[in-house]
């Protein structure tokens, strides 16, 4: 991992923008005025953004606009959205939304659409390695600086300002770790979300990995589904299938977990299969409390939102590299005995100001 001395040299151009821009917001008289961008057309009703805290920037602080590239329209995403409009005007900004509709084409189309509006930052949540790879050549090319929501690789670090992500190998492990201390024995499946970002395939390896602790499980299938409910539900429907004695499940999201849950009350298993997820979503947590979930690893969309957020204000208006480049959202094992321990999806004004000064997790 690069230090913040290098990586502040490789973002000059990028420093230099946010200085000029501090230097001409010190001389401005004017008074800054933020407000949040209207909620995608796709987000459910539920999903609307809560009061937020009272804006800490200065009178003559120049209002900053950041482009967000929302990879598709899943309650995820959505919600990320949530929370980075949340915490915008606290933070002097305006958040300029870009929906990919999950098409990588689209995405590099709105990443080049943000930039030629002069955007002074992004964040991008892409759809897959290869777009990220295209989009951050693109911002570094125009001396943007870009926040960007999972798909960290080492071979990508230098292009990116910070990567904020649920630390994948850790979720996966967490996951892994509890099936095999909470079940005996029998055959495993993993439905996996869309492969090639890199996300799916690390929580996939260390679910396995940790799983081994118990050698009297094995996994015995791994279809993907796309993080899509629909799809999880035909592939766990195909898994009983090929596996009847089928003990337990990990499905890499909750979405995709209520699927696989359709699927197995179908086949009635539901006294056999236990189902293990992660991210901690209303609905997962829901699932838990009437026993569909036995457990997940949760976290928050529109925390992590929030903290690629502030990292990429502070870097505009203070130049302030972040370390470490890699910030993993922080993470807990929610089952039905400790399920006020995950951070909510739904942006508070305790939420929003607790997650602006959060730390990096491990």
């Known amino acids: 991992m690069q230090n913040a001395s290098r990586r502040h040299r490789g973002w000059s151009l990028a420093v230099a923008a946010a200085a000029a821009t501090l230097l001409a917001a010190c001389g401005s008289s004017s008074s800054s005025t933020s407000s949040s961008a ?3 057309s796709e987000a459910p009703a539920s999903s609307a953004a809560a009061e937020t805290p009272a804006a800490s920037e200065s009178p003559s602080a120049e209002p900053l606009t950041i482009g967000y590239i929302q990879t598709g329209p899943y309650d995820y995403y959505v919600r990320g959205v949530d929370g980075a409009n949340a915490a915008a005007p606290s933070l002097g900004a305006t958040i300029s939304v870009f929906n990919s509709d999950g098409k990588p084409e689209k995405e590099i189309a709105n990443v080049e659409d943000a930039i030629s509006q002069g955007v002074d930052g992004l964040i991008v949540f892409s759809v897959g390695k290869s777009s990220l790879e295209a989009d951050l050549a693109k911002a570094k090319e125009a001396g943007i600086p870009v926040a960007v929501l999972y798909g960290y690789d080492a071979a990508i670090e230098e292009d990116g300002l910070v990567f ?6 850790v979720t996966g492990q967490q996951a892994g770790d509890w099936v095999a201390a909470n079940v005996a024995e029998g055959e495993v ?3 996996q979300g869309a492969l090639g970002r890199g996300d799916a395939e690390a929580y996939t ?5 940790a799983l081994a602790a118990n050698p009297k499980l094995t996994v015995v299938a791994t279809p993907e589904a796309s993080w899509d409910r629909a799809k999880a539900q035909a592939a ?9 004695d089928l003990a337990a499940v990990f499905v890499q999201n909750e979405d995709m977990a209520l699927g696989a849950v359709a699927a197995i009350k179908a086949a009635g298993k539901e006294d056999q299969v236990t189902v293990v997820s992660q991210n901690g979503s209303p609905d997962g947590i829901a699932a838990i409390e009437s026993g569909e979930i ?3 690893v949760a976290w928050s969309p529109a925390q992590e939102a929030q903290m690629a957020l502030v990292r990429l204000v502070d870097f505009l208006r203070e130049g302030t590299v972040p370390d470490p480049t890699l910030c993993n959202t922080p993470t807990v094992v929610v089952t039905a005995d ?3 321990d995950a951070q909510p999806w739904v942006p508070t004004e305790e939420s929003t100001a607790f997650a602006l000064e959060a730390p990096c997790g491990s």
Not at 164 to 169: E, G, K, Y
Not at 205 to 209: G, I, P, V
Not at 236 to 244: H, K, S
């Open 189 to 191: 499946a993993i439905i």
């Open 236 to 244: 766990m429907a195909d898994v009983l299938t090929a596996n009847p």
């Open 164 to 169: 904020i992500q649920a630390p994948v190998t």
């Open 338 to 340: 400790n399920l006020a």
């Open 38 to 40: 209207e909620a995608p």
């Open 205 to 209: 390896e260390s679910f396995t990995a």
């Open 294 to 296: 036995a457990a997940t």
